[in-house]
């Protein structure tokens, strides 16, 4: 018989350390994967589950953050407010970009960065490296955030400032 996170093959007197990610079978006659949400360093004899918020695939030898959820003082944390982050491992969540906001925490795309209120227009991953919200032109004005576009000021009043946030800047 085996030691703990051993297997034998059929007619072998010698035993062999299951790798990372894998466990014996009940028979200790092969190694078999850990399965998605858990996982095992070589030499353990059952895998181990994922902590809340993390996740791992099939045969792994680690947990990771999942989308929306960053590594920070030793667990995955929800992305802060206006930051996302679409992809699981355990990178950092990324910022979106000037003059857009999230609604809370834990974001997962870009898409979910929404244009602060003055602003218009839109956010995607494709958009990232450049301004994706603009200020409300000259006559128009946005008071929340969101991807409505800017509303023009009333006839009584035609004229606001780049940015204008309120009506009562016409």
């Known amino acids: 018989l085996c030691g703990s996170g051993q297997f034998s093959t059929a007619g072998s007197s010698s035993c062999i350390s299951c790798t990372a990610g894998s466990v014996p079978n009940g028979a200790q006659s092969e190694c078999q994967p850990c399965e998605d949400g858990k996982w095992s360093s070589a030499g ?19 947990c990771q953050c999942e989308r929306g959820h960053q590594w920070q003082g030793g667990g995955c944390m929800p992305c802060p407010q ?34 602060s209120a003055g602003t218009t227009g839109s956010v995607t991953e494709s958009s990232m490296s450049s301004t994706s919200c603009s200020g409300c032109p000259t006559g128009t004005y946005k008071d929340a955030a969101g991807g409505a576009p800017c509303t023009l000021c009333p006839p009584s009043a035609p004229f606001s400032p780049v940015g204008s946030v309120l009506r009562t800047d016409c």
């Open 44 to 62: 353990l004899s059952a895998c181990v589950s994922c902590i809340a918020g993390m996740y791992s695939y099939q045969g792994a030898h680690s």
């Open 82 to 115: 206006h930051h996302f982050k679409a992809v699981s491992g355990n990178q950092t969540c990324t910022l979106c970009p000037l003059n857009a906001e999230t609604q809370g925490s834990g974001s997962v795309s870009a898409s979910d960065c929404t244009c």
